[in-house]
C-alpha cells in the first residue's frame, strides 16, 4: 500500500459520518496495520525490559544466606535486579508480579529443598518458562544444595511437595512438573559442584554479565533491521533447540539477500543457551587471507576460551570440544575444504552455515537448508524509507519514485534497498529521477560487486553457461535451453545444477528463471568486457549495437547475436561483417510469429560469400538471398531455421554441403524454395519442417534416415513426390504431416511412421 492510498483509505474513514471517534481510531490503526503487512499483534512483542534480572527464590530456604550474598552482588555490578521480599504470599500471583516477570531480562531460579512446596514459587517458574519460550529469555537454574536429578525426576523433597499439592491443585500439577522436569534439563549452576558459596555467587553474576552484554549487542545489531523476528522464528524450528543432538543448519540465498545479518540475530539472540559461542564472518575472505587451518584455529580457540592453542595439546582440544555444547556461526562459506562435522561438537551444539553456493551446504551435511527469499514489499519500502528518509514510511512528494525504486530495481533485495536509500538520502528529487535513469542501464556498484561473487566461482564452461542464460534464454523452456547449452559444449545437466546451487538461477513451471538484479549483473559483466565498442564483446542483444556491427565489421570476440529484426532500423550489411566472426556460433535473427511474410530490415550484399564455420545454431527470418553462401562449411551445425526466406535452394548449383551435425531443419514459408537437397546428406536429421513451401516439387534421401522423427510438408502444394527411407530396425516412432499436399503421388516411407493427411 502506497502512502497516497494510505492517505485515501484514512480520509475515508475519519469522514465516515455514522462512525464514532473510537471507531475512527480503530479504523485507522487497522489501515497502519494493513500497509505495514497486516494487524500486530501487541500481546506477542516483546515488552519493554525494565530489570536486568528477575530472582525466582523459596524465602524460608535462601532468603537470608544464599540470596543476600546474590543480591549483594549484583548490586555491586549495577546489575538491575526485581527481588520479591514480601513475607505474607498469598495463593495466587498477582497481575503486578506477572508484568514485573515479563519485564526482566534474564531469569535466576534457585532451586533449593522446599522451591516445590510453594505454589507462588511454581506459578512465577511456570511464568517464566512461558516468557522464554515466547520472548526468548534467558534462564539461568541454580541446584542449591539439591540434586538435580531430584527436580528433573521429582523425587525427595519434590515428591513430597506434589503428593501435597496433588488434594488441592490438581488442574496444575502436571503443568509444574514439566515446568520443573524443563528446566533441570537447562545448563545451570551446582552448588554442591561449585567451590565455596562466594565463589558460586561470583560465578553466576559473570555469566549473567556476559549474558546482559550479549543481549545488549544483538539489540544493537537488530536495531532498524525489518521483518527479522519472520527469519528468527523459523530457523528457530529448524535448530531443535531442546534436542540434545548435534544439528547443522544451512542459511542459503542469492548475495544481498540478508544471510549475515539473519545469522548475526540469531547468534545474538541465542548464543546465552550454550556453554560457548564463536562467529566467524567472511569465511571466504578470511581463508583467502589467513589460510583454511586459522579459521579452524580460530573458531575452536574461541569456543574453548584459549587464548593461544598449542600443537602439542591437539588431542585434548578435540576431546574438549567433543564435550561441549556450542553455538558455532560461520558466515559466507561457499568452498567444500571447511570440514564441519556432527562428531566434532558436544550434545546439544548447534552450527549455522551461511552460503550463496547451496551443494556447499548440502556437503556440509547441513540438517536442514533455510532459504533467504526476497522481502515482502511492505517490510521492502520500510527498510528503504529508514534508509532514505529515516522514518519508517516514504515522504509525500517522493511516494511514486519510492515505489519505483523499490519494485523495479531494488527489486525487494536488502542490500540494494539499503544502499540506494543511504546514496538518495537528503538528495533532491530531480537527482532522485536522475538515479532511476542510469539505474535503468547499470546496477549500483556495491550490488554489482556482492552478486558477481557468485559468478567468480565459476569455471569457464560455467562463466559462458550463466552468461548465455542471462542474456538470452530467461524464460525458456529448460529443456530447450539444456539442448542448445549441450550442442554448444557446455554440459548442461551438471551446468545448470551448479548455477541453481549457487542461487544464480532457479527454474518454475519448466522454464529457466532469474532474478532481475542477478540478470542485470549478467548484462553488465558482458558489456565491461569493452565499454566503448560492441564489437569487441562477447554477446550481442541490444538492436542498435548489433545495427552498429552490421553496418561495419564484426571481430572474433563476438559468440552469440540475438536480434528481433522488428526492433531495428533497415540495414545494409557490410560484405566482410561475418569475415572475422571466427567464434560465432550462434545467429538468431528472429521475427514474431505472423511477421515471416514481410520483408527484412537486415538487408544483405550479394557480395557475402561466407558465414563463419563456427556455426552451431543459424536462424535467420526472411533471409534475403536465394542460397547460402558457397564458402560457408556447416560442419558444426545443429539447428538450421530460415522461416519466410527468399532462399531457391541452400546451396548454388549441384555441390550439396555435407551437415553432419545438423538435428533441425526449418526452412517454412519459403514461397520459392524449389529444392532440397539430398537429406542423406544430413545423417543425425531429427527434425524438417518444410511447411508452405509452395513450389517444393519433391523431397529425396538416397540413405536411411533412422533419426527422423518429426516431418512437417503442411501446405506444400506443389510436392510430387516424397522419397524417405528408415532402416526397418529402427526402434523410433515418428509423425508425418502431409495437410494440403494436394499433388502429392509418390510416397516411398517405411513403417514406424505415423500420417497426418
Known amino acids: 500500500m502506497s502512502y497516497r492510498d494510505f492517505e485515501k483509505l484514512h480520509f475515508r474513514a475519519s469522514t465516515k459520518s455514522r462512525c464514532s471517534a473510537r471507531k475512527v481510531q480503530r479504523r485507522q490503526r487497522n489501515l497502519v496495520a494493513a500497509m505495514w503487512g497486516g494487524s500486530c499483534p501487541i500481546s506477542m512483542s516483546p515488552p519493554t525490559e525494565k530489570y536486568d534480572v528477575f530472582l525466582s527464590f523459596r524465602g524460608e530456604d535462601t532468603r537470608d544466606n544464599f540470596i543476600s550474598h546474590l543480591s549483594a552482588e549484583l548490586c555491586r555490578k549495577n546489575i538491575k535486579t526485581f527481588i520479591d521480599y514480601r513475607l505474607d504470599r498469598g495463593k495466587e500471583i498477582s ?16 532451586l533449593s529443598e522446599h522451591y516445590a512446596s510453594s505454589t507462588w514459587c511454581m506459578d512465577e517458574l511456570t511464568k517464566i518458562l512461558e516468557c522464554k519460550q515466547i520472548y526468548g529469555r534467558d534462564v539461568i537454574p541454580v541446584f542449591y544444595k539439591v540434586d538435580p536429578s531430584n527436580v528433573r525426576n521429582q523425587r525427595e523433597s519434590f515428591e513430597e511437595a506434589f503428593i501435597e499439592h496433588q488434594q488441592r491443585f ?15 534439563g537447562l545448563s545451570g549452576w551446582d552448588s554442591q559442584v561449585t567451590g565455596p558459596e562466594h565463589t558460586l555467587v561470583t560465578d553466576i553474576v559473570e555469566e549473567i554479565l556476559k549474558k546482559k552484554k550479549n543481549r545488549h549487542r544483538f539489540l544493537s545489531n537488530c536495531e532498524g533491521t525489518i521483518g527479522m523476528d519472520k527469519h528468527i522464528e523459523q530457523i528457530k524450528s529448524l535448530l531443535h533447540l531442546e534436542s540434545p543432538a548435534v544439528r547443522i543448519i544451512g542459511i542459503w540465498g542469492m548475495g544481498g539477500i540478508g544471510k549475515t545479518e539473519i545469522a548475526r540475530a540469531i547468534y545474538h539472540r541465542f548464543a546465552t543457551q550454550f556453554n560457548s559461542s564463536s562467529m566467524i564472518l567472511n569465511v571466504e575472505q578470511e581463508i583467502k587471507r589467513v589460510g583454511l587451518s586459522n579459521i579452524h584455529n580460530k573458531y575452536i580457540s574461541e569456543l574453548l576460551e584459549e587464548d ?39 550434545q546439544g ?3 549455522i552455515m551461511t552460503s550463496r553456493d547451496k551443494h556447499v551446504l548440502k556437503n556440509a551435511i547441513s540438517d536442514e537448508i533455510y532459504e533467504v527469499k526476497e522481502m515482502c514489499f511492505q517490510d521492502s519500502v520500510q527498510l528503504f524509507s529508514l534508509n532514505a528518509f529515516k522514518q519508517n514510511y516514504p515522504i509525500k512528494a517522493y511516494v511514486d519514485l519510492s515505489e519505483k525504486l523499490v519494485l523495479n530495481h531494488a527489486k525487494r533485495v536488502p542490500l540494494v534497498l539499503k544502499n540506494l536509500g543511504l546514496l538518495l538520502h537528503g538528495r533532491t528529487r530531480d537527482a532522485w529521477e536522475s538515479e532511476l535513469q542510469k539505474l535503468q542501464e547499470f546496477p549500483d556498484e556495491d550490488t554489482f560487486k556482492v552478486l558477481k561473487l557468485s559468478y567468480d566461482s565459476l569455471d569457464d564452461r560455467q562463466k559462458n553457461m550463466f552468461l548465455d542464460i542471462a542474456c538470452f534464454y530467461t524464460g525458456h523452456l529448460v529443456n530447450d535451453v539444456a539442448r542448445t547449452l549441450d550442442s554448444c559444449g557446455f554440459s548442461a545437466d551438471i551446468g ?10 532457479f527454474i518454475s513451471e519448466g522454464r529457466i528463471g532469474m532474478h532481475y538484479l542477478i540478470q542485470k549483473m549478467g548484462h553488465e559483466i558482458v558489456r565491461w568486457e569493452c565499454v566503448d565498442d560492441p564489437r569487441n564483446r562477447t554477446r550481442l542483444w541490444n538492436p542498435e549495437e548489433i545495427y552498429h556491427v552490421l553496418k561495419n565489421k564484426g571481430t572474433n570476440a563476438i559468440r552469440c547475436i540475438f536480434l528481433d529484426v522488428c526492433k531495428i532500423n533497415k540495414v545494409q550489411v557490410h560484405g566482410k561483417t561475418f569475415k572475422k566472426m571466427s567464434n560465432l556460433r550462434i545467429i538468431q535473427f528472429y521475427k514474431p510469429s505472423g511477421f515471416w511474410n514481410d520483408d527484412s530490415n537486415v538487408i544483405l550484399p550479394e557480395s557475402l560469400k561466407s558465414l563463419p564455420h563456427t556455426l552451431v545454431f543459424l536462424r535467420w527470418d526472411n533471409f534475403s538471398l536465394k542460397s547460402l553462401p558457397l564458402k560457408f562449411c556447416p560442419k558444426n551445425l545443429v539447428k538450421l531455421d530460415m522461416r519466410g526466406s527468399n532462399l531457391e535452394q541452400l546451396w548454388e548449383g549441384d555441390q550439396d554441403q555435407v551437415l553432419p551435425k545438423l538435428k533441425r531443419l526449418d526452412l517454412s514459408y519459403s514461397r520459392k524454395l524449389t529444392r532440397v537437397p539430398d537429406l542423406s546428406l544430413c545423417p543425425n536429421i531429427e527434425q524438417i519442417i518444410l511447411s508452405g513451401c509452395v513450389r517444393l516439387v519433391d523431397i529425396y534421401s538416397s540413405s536411411f534416415l533412422n533419426k527422423l522423427n518429426f516431418l512437417c510438408l503442411h501446405d506444400c502444394v506443389e510436392l510430387r513426390s516424397l522419397n524417405l527411407r528408415r532402416d526397418g530396425l529402427s526402434r523410433s516412432s515418428g509423425l508425418v504431416v502431409l495437410y494440403g499436399c494436394v499433388r502429392l503421388e509418390l510416397v516411398v516411407l517405411v513403417e514406424s511412421l505415423y500420417f497426418l493427411f
Open 308 to 346: 593461544k592453542l598449542s600443537s602439542k595439546l591437539q588431542c585434548s582440544y578435540v576431546q574438549r570440544l567433543r564435550q561441549t555444547k556450542v553455538l558455532l556461526v560461520l558466515d559466507d562459506v561457499n568452498t567444500s575444504n571447511l570440514t564441519i562435522k556432527h562428531s566434532n561438537f558436544g
Open 349 to 351: 551444539s548447534r552450527i
Open 496 to 505: 545448470m545444477d551448479v548455477l541453481k546451487d549457487k542461487g544464480l538461477i
Open 95 to 110: 497481575p503486578a508480579l506477572y508484568r514485573e516477570i515479563e519485564q526482566s531480562m534474564i531469569y535466576v531460579i534457585i
Open 170 to 184: 490438581r488442574d496444575k500439577v502436571d503443568t509444574w512438573k514439566d515446568a520443573l522436569t524443563q528446566v533441570a
